[in-house]
C-alpha cells in the first residue's frame, strides 16, 4: 500500500511569499504549546514597544467611540488587552485564547477577564456576553481554519447593533503563516468582510512600513494605496451593517 505523505508546502504566488508547512489538520493541535514556551519573551521590547503601538490606537477608537465592553480572539497571554486597561480603567476587556495563554495571564499577572477555548474552529460561546461594542483580533484570522463562521457568531450573537470590529492582518508578503493565504489579500479582506455585513470605516498606520520582499501588487490588490503596498501589517476598523 502506498503511503501519502501527510505534510505539504502552501501554493505561493511569488517567490519568498511563504515557507512555512503545515501538518495535516487532524493533527493540527501545537499552537497552544507556543505561549508555555515563552517565546515571545524572547523579544520583550518588540513585543512590548508593538504592544504600545497598538494600545494607543485602541484606547483612541475607544475613546473617540465610547466603547464600554471589548472582546480580543487570539489574545495571547493578554499584553495588548493588560496595556489598553491601563490606559482606559473603567473598560470591561475580555479576552480568549487557549490553555497556555491563560496560565501566561495569570503568570504575569495581566489585567483583563480571560476565556480558554479553541478557536480554530467553531467555538461555545454560551458563556460570553451578547453586548460587546468592539471586537479585536489582532493577527488572529489568519491562523483559523474557519474565519467565516466565527465572524458570523459575532454578528449574530455577541455584539451590539451599533458595534465594531478591530482586525490586525499581516501582509502576505511577509511570511506570515496562513491558513487560506488568497483570502487576506487587501481587496479580498475587506470584502470578506462585507460578506458578513461589516464595513470598513478607516484605516490606520501599519505597525512597521516596511516589507523586506517587494513583490509585485496583486490583482487582489487593487484598491490598497500604493503607499501601503509593502506595509507589514494593515490595522482595520469595520463598522457592522444592520440595515
Sequence with gaps: MKTVDTKFN???????????????????????????????????????????????????????????????????????????????????YHMIDGKSAKKEHDNRNYKGQFFIKNLKDSFEYSDLDTDYELIVSNDFLEHIRNPSLLLTTIYDKLTTSNSYYFCSSPNWRTKHGFYYPGLFDYDNLIKFFMIHKYQLVAQFPSWANHVPIKCPRLDSEQTVAEEKLHDWNYYLLFKKITK
Design 10 to 92: 502552501l501554493y505561493v504566488k511569488f517567490d519568498g511569499e511563504l515557507d512555512c508547512d503545515i501538518d495535516v489538520l487532524e493533527h493540527d493541535n501545537t499552537a497552544d504549546l507556543y505561549w508555555e514556551d515563552r517565546r515571545d519573551l524572547v523579544d520583550i521590547v518588540g513585543w512590548d514597544l508593538r504592544y504600545e503601538y497598538e494600545s494607543k490606537i485602541l484606547f483612541d477608537i475607544i475613546k473617540s467611540l465610547n466603547i464600554k465592553k471589548v472582546l480580543e480572539f487570539g489574545s495571547g497571554p493578554g499584553g495588548l488587552a493588560d496595556k489598553v486597561l491601563n490606559l482606559s480603567n473603567d473598560l470591561s
